[in-house]
């Protein structure tokens, strides 16, 4: 049994290996005064200074920010009123269609999502640009939101709800002060996922950006089209930072909500 842990340990030591080493290979570059990434000739912080003179590259990064977090606010909304819709269904069938159709979505693929977008869009007449991009962000994430608040909705208990209505509450108030309370670690659980994928995405932003809107990803793509350019390292280290540091407030966010619940199931 012994034997068999190890060699899962070094198995997965060998998976994240292959999976972070070209993220690191990349930071290293960003750190180098030469402009290749063959050889290593000084460390040096010019190539972030130039990430945060270029006034256009600023402005893309708020553009990916606001989007981040109008389609992670708003999908979070609409994910929570879904995950309720499908865990209040009485009949099974029912049910099991909005799960399947929910999941279609997730694994379905982002090529595929983006050009039916782009369609779409093209049909209706909305103009590729900020809405597009955030009305897709929007369609895309609440699927997440639904996976991650559903399990949470599904592990309450329904004496909780019996109890509150026996004390004479609306169906407000068992929503905003027994429903709501129960899942907040699945809600921000969907938030930070959903933002996440929002400002990683690039398949699917490709598709429905316009002239004159851009994204990170997709104007990361369009500089790397032109040639290797250290600006490009320094530019994709600071946002996997920004993404690590999301990962790590959902984390200790996940953690505080867990420790009140915890002790809730000790105290009897």
Request: proline share 3%; aromatic share 14%; charged share 10%.
């Amino acid at each position: 049994m012994n034997g068999k842990s190890k060699l899962a340990n070094l198995y997965l030591i060998i998976v994240f290996f292959i999976l972070y080493a070209p993220i690191f290979y990349l930071m290293y570059y960003s750190f180098n005064s030469g402009e290749s990434m063959r050889d290593f000739e000084g460390f040096t912080l010019e190539w972030y200074s130039e990430v945060f003179q270029d006034t256009r590259l600023i402005i893309i990064a708020l553009n990916t920010l606001i989007i981040a977090l109008l389609s992670a606010a708003i999908s979070t909304i609409l994910g929570i009123v879904g995950a309720l819709a499908i865990t209040y269904v009485k009949k099974l069938r029912y049910k099991n269609t909005l799960q399947t159709l929910n999941n279609v979505l997730i694994v379905s693929p982002d090529v595929i999502i983006g050009a039916s977008f782009l369609i779409m869009f093209t049909i209706i007449g909305i103009k590729l640009g900020f809405t597009s991009v955030l009305l897709s962000h929007i369609a895309f994430s609440v699927p997440i939101v639904v996976i991650m608040v559903l399990p949470k909705l599904q592990e309450m208990s329904s004496s909780l709800i019996d109890a509150a209505r026996d004390l004479g509450a609306s169906n407000w108030d068992i929503l905003s002060k027994v429903i709501l309370p129960y899942i907040t670690p699945g809600i921000f659980a969907g938030f930070f996922m959903a933002l996440t994928y929002s400002l990683d995405d690039f398949a699917v932003t490709f598709f429905v950006t316009g002239n004159g809107f851009s994204t990170l990803s997709v104007e990361i793509y369009s500089r790397a089209r032109q040639g290797i350019s250290l600006e490009i390292n320094a530019l994709s280290t600071l946002i996997f930072l920004v993404t690590l540091v999301l990962v790590i407030g959902y984390y200790f966010v996940n953690q505080r909500n867990a420790r009140p619940q915890a002790a809730g199931v000790r105290k009897p």
